[in-house]
């Protein structure tokens, strides 16, 4: 599925017109190749302050261990592929205008694709008020940054808990996932980041780390993949599986032949299998356990549509879409927990959708379920965290609009709205859900537990 829009303002005579007409036009993202630089160009780490030891300067000395080209000082030539704004010292709302205004300087010096990435502290439940101004404050700075970006540039933003240093290894994990080229669509979003459980810490996740294991950080582990026999699904399977996992794919019978081929091609294996099958948690235990040994990473993608405004809605669109989305990711969840299904920490990412977060007209039956993933994701976060719980992690990711089978068959007009109102200007690609869910795979990701985090371009529904 492609947009055909974005290829054609970036080439040729409809290129010059788009310009003249005053027409979006939506960038060409630049997404992961395997050898490609991970920034496309020197990092400024905005934030210190001159003459002391302070966390600007762990995460440019971090960043130079990465053999960045990282600079702390902006000047007037240089392009930036990324800018680092530290600002976890904030302790009042006046602290920040100076790494503020020191961003916007160097903003018109922003590549292509560039990177703008906040790193501050988490606001907590014992902030003082003027703590809570400064820290909150970030929240809406990053939001609005990323929405003056242009060019496919994106802005993100880490909050880290005060339990854990801003150059702990899982901050410098979704740094890195937000500097490089996996991130693509995802902007203006805040990943609350903590220390995790330390038995699974492991190295960040990399696309170009040193040592060995880091370019498949998923090496050893089993992943499942539910809806997996097309769309986005299917690119998630292909994605864990270049990170190292073996992949079992699921998908309903019907969709058998696409699915063994999914299988084939990333030399996993597949279960016929509907989710909604009141054995579905055992089935898939069995097939992993026999063919795998068992479970570490499980992926609920398995979603349908069958929308219809709520006074005309049926009984059989509403259970199907239930049963569907968010019932039997429950009923599979609490089976391989109570199974002790698991052979390490588990790490679970379901798929929610921005409808679940803002509500969409004629979803009622799809943003129910959407929005009831996010409210299991931080239940079963909860109790994976709990004294005494299984430990792992479990997320969920809520794409906008993905160029995808599911929404080819939204009407064109719909369709283009959707495409053309995120800050990036068009659909992303199933590939961009997938490497969001394999960072939230990855032993990086440790410190990122009930979190949503949004596959959208910036679209501009909901938060
Ligand atoms: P898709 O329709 O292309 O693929 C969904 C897959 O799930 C299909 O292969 C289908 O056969 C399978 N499936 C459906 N019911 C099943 C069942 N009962 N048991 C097993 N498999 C079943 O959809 P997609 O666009 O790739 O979406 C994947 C997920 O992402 C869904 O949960 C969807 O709600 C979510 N999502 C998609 C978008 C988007 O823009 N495409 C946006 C937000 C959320």
Known sequence: MTDSYVKAVNSGVTKTLAKKLGLPRPAVLRRFRAGDP?????????????????????VAEALLAWDLDVRQTADDTTRWGAVVVVLSGIERPEDASAPVLALSASLRRLAPN????????????????ELAAAREGVDGLLRSVAKELRYGATGNGIQVTDDAPVDSPNVLATLRFFLSAKSAFVDGQLLRVGAGAPSDQGAPSGDQGSGAGLDQPLAGKV??????????GAQVARTLARDGAKVVVVDVPAAGEALAKVANEIKGTALQLDVTADDAGARILEHARARHGGIDVLVHNAGILRDKLLANMSADKW??????????QLRITEYLLGANGFSSEPRIVSLASTSGIAGNRGQSNYAFSKAGVIGHTRAFARLLA??????????????????????????????????????LQQGGQPVDVAEAIAFLASPGAAGVNGQVLRVCGQNVVGR
């Open 38 to 58: 991970l920034t496309v160009g020197p990092v400024l780490v905005l934030g210190g302050t001159p003459g002391v030891r302070d966390d600007a300067d762990r």
């Open 223 to 232: 992943a499942v993949v539910t809806g997996a026999a097309r769309g986005i």
């Open 319 to 328: 259970d199907a879409v239930v049963a569907v989305n968010l019932a039997a």
């Open 386 to 423: 709990a004294p005494g719980g299984p430990g792992g992690t479990a997320n969920a990711v809520a794409p906008g609009f993905i160029e995808t089978d599911m929404t080819a068959s939204i009407p064109f007009v719909q369709r283009e709205v959707a495409r053309r109102v995120a800050s």
């Open 114 to 129: 560039g990177r703008v990435v906040t790193i501050s502290r988490a606001p907590a439940d014992t902030d003082s008020p």
